[in-house]
């Protein structure tokens, strides 16, 4: 009995293993893409700020 539930064990691993490093992987990804939208939008707030000074 111990030994089914020891084989069962290490062979969820290899099923859940995988599909939990995929998840931290998007969940990083998906941090990247944000950071890179937020750094984009403060460079156009920067450039439109810049053009409105220049404008007066």
């Not at 064990?9 to 990804?29: G, I």
């Amino acid at each position: 009995m111990i030994c089914g539930l020891a084989r069962e064990r290490f062979l969820m691993s290899f099923v859940f293993a995988p599909a939990a490093t995929y998840l931290v992987s998007l969940c990083r990804k998906n941090c990247n893409n944000i950071k890179n939208h937020l750094a984009i939008l403060r460079l156009d707030v920067l450039r439109s700020n810049l053009k409105l000074n220049l404008s007066f």
